[in-house]
């Protein structure tokens, strides 16, 4: 249940802030940060994580779906909805929505409506534009109560790096660390995006501590 709620964190870091750099880190093997991680966090698709321990599976689908335009901040903001469904062994286990508000240009957070249960202060990090293979930096941190006490909270920060993936792609890596009081020590996991250098995201992989396993990771957009 750990694992679910660290990939839980990486699906509430989706809200963020993202500033475009003109100039790239170095001029060598170039691919889009901004722009792929843009779409993760507005466009429309189906994202499934499935998760072996022990002889159970536990699978986590989120369905995000841009919708219509309303006032925040005085500014004009479109919704995007993440529906998150949580099966054990095939069966429900849980679920949450989470509705967050978007302005663009640059493409900005506003959070989300007052109606939301969780209290979730996260602070974002600017992206370059593009980047070359083996850079990295830093990209969210993310403060939320814990799973079992509103009282204590846990802190996911974010880093995203690149790494080649085949002659024209790259993998654009999220890499999250969760820290909780009750947990011995913190936990770690990476999601990966496949990316072509003109930004589009074609295949994902997730890699998490042992003894957990990863049995399936797919994002479908629509």
Known sequence: MRILGLCCAVVLLAGTTIQGHTKPLNDSEQYPIAAPLSQLITGNFVKTIALSNEGMISKITTTQTRKGQVKVDNKTAFTVVNDN???????????????????????????????????????????PTTAAIGDSGEFAKSVMP??????????????????????NTAWLCLHTTLTEPSLPEDVAADECYQVTRSGAIVDMKITVPPPIQVQLATINFS
């Open 85 to 127: 469904v949580i099966t054990l062994n095939s069966k429900p286990l849980t679920s949450a929505t989470l509705t967050r508000y978007y302005s663009l240009d640059p493409l900005t957070s506003h959070g989300s409506p007052d109606q939301e249960a969780l209290d979730i202060d996260i602070t974002f990090s600017a992206l």
């Open 146 to 167: 814990t799973e079992y006490d509103n009282d204590l909270t846990q802190t996911a920060i974010q880093t995203w790096s690149l790494k080649q993936a085949t002659d």
